[in-house]
């Protein structure tokens, strides 16, 4: 997920989809304490886009006029 996707999103959607990140987070995790995970690399993917959602929510609190949502 780019940055200029998540800036797409209004902010009911992207805590939505932060909610439903920090959910496959936690599967991927679970995974890869059993030793199912097929793709480690899913992990750092869906920590990072985590973080992208966050900053962005971030900005546009800072600077509510800026954002345009």
Same mark, same amino acid.
């Given at each position: ?27 991927? $995790?679970?995974? !890869?304490?059993? /030793? ?25 609190? $800072?600077?509510? !006029?800026?954002? /345009?949502?």
């Amino acid at each position: 997920m780019k940055v200029s996707d998540v800036r797409a999103l209004s902010t009911d959607e992207m805590n939505q989809k932060l909610v439903e990140l920090k959910h496959e987070l936690f599967n991927l $995790r679970f995974q !890869k304490g059993a /030793g199912q995970l097929e793709n480690p690399r899913k992990i750092n993917q869906s920590k990072k886009d985590i973080a992208r959602i966050k900053t962005v929510l971030v900005e546009m609190a $800072r600077n509510p !006029k800026e954002t /345009g949502n």
